[in-house]
């Protein structure tokens, strides 16, 4: 048995090597083309390292394919609106039947509104009487009160409107404020530092007045924030109210005397005899003493010459 598996393992492996050179020898037999070869080292240069893939990003429903999934960034036009910071002011020239009952109306009207009155003088002028009027009310309420005004007036002379858009100006005053608070709170844990760790008197002051200069800016900033906030939050109309000629009243005419109308004429008469004597007065102290001073030399000049005449004329008729 030992003898057979002995003669059987040799063969075995014999065949076993001859098979396989018999592949070897078939398969370079096939040439592979450059071209794929070349390809293929190309592609796996230039492919890229597989990374970690992001994690997936949830973005909001659109309202077309579901109209009943939330939308996670509304923006609406009053947001906008909001955001926006403008300053509303109008002009109106509005005349009336009554001038004092329209002013009480606008007053009236102004505090209904929610608003103010801000400035009103009232003056005469001849037999009228005129009103130039301020008022404040709330910007969302601007339209409404010029609306209301225009149906208290007889005419409307003259109307004019004029915004002004002070987001930016607003929103930059309101960042340089925010960056001020901070460097303020900073400083005051510094000095509360310093003075704990028994710092230098030097120090401390220096750190003291550079918070005071802080807090004046911050304080002048709140000031401009505060002002542009009143102003954008309630707009402005100013009012020029004046009466209808048709609604004044017609006065009477006074009553023919006689006697008035002889006082009158006297009055009249003395006036200007007065000033007849008063032009003579001027004559005689003014345009005599004048005309004298530029006569005299000419009729000096005349004089003489006339008498150097005579003297020459003589020996002739001697």
């Known amino acids: 048995m030992k003898r057979i598996l002995i003669t059987i393992l040799p063969l075995t492996l014999v065949a076993l090597i001859v098979g396989a050179c018999g592949g070897a020898r078939q ?10 070869a070349t390809q293929v080292v190309e592609r796996a240069v230039e492919a890229p390292r597989p990374t970690a893939a992001p994690p997936p990003v949830e973005m909001p429903a659109s309202k077309e394919v579901s109209a009943g999934a939330p939308d ?3 923006v609406t036009s009053e947001a906008l609106a909001d955001a926006r910071k403008i300053i509303y002011e109008g002009n109106m020239f509005l005349v009336v039947e009554d001038t004092e009952q329209a002013a009480e109306e ?3 009207m102004a505090v209904s509104a929610g608003g103010y009155v801000a400035r009103m003088n009232g003056y005469r002028q001849g037999d009228r009487m005129v009103y130039d009027i301020t008022i404040r009310v709330p910007a969302e309420k601007f339209e409404n009160a010029r609306i209301s005004l225009r149906k208290l007036a007889v005419r409307v002379e003259r109307e004019d409107i004029s915004t002004e858009d002070v987001t930016d100006q607003y929103y930059d005053i309101e960042a340089r404020l925010n960056t001020l608070k901070e460097t303020e709170a900073e400083l005051t844990e510094l000095l509360r530092e310093t003075r704990e760790r028994g710092g230098d008197v030097d120090e401390i002051m220096k750190i003291y007045d550079r918070l005071t200069r802080i ?5 002048s900033l ?6 542009l906030d009143k102003l954008v939050a309630f707009s402005t109309l100013n009012i020029h109210l004046e009466p209808h000629i048709l609604s004044e009243p017609i006065k009477p005419q006074d009553e023919w005397s006689l006697a008035e109308i002889v006082h009158s004429s006297i009055n009249t008469l003395v006036d200007i005899l007065a000033g007849l004597a008063a032009l003579a007065i001027r004559f005689v102290i003014v345009v005599v003493p004048v005309a004298l ?3 005299l030399p000419i009729a000096l000049i ?5 008498r ?11």
């Open 308 to 318: 150097w005449q005579k003297r020459r004329h003589r020996p002739q008729e001697d």
């Open 222 to 227: 709140q000031g401009q924030l505060n002002r």
């Open 27 to 36: 398969f370079e037999s096939q040439p592979v083309p450059k071209v794929v």
């Open 302 to 306: 005349l004089w003489g010459v006339n």
């Open 215 to 219: 807090r004046s800016e911050i304080e």
């Open 106 to 108: 606008i007053q009236a």
């Open 293 to 295: 001073i530029l006569l």
């Open 72 to 74: 996670l960034f509304p």
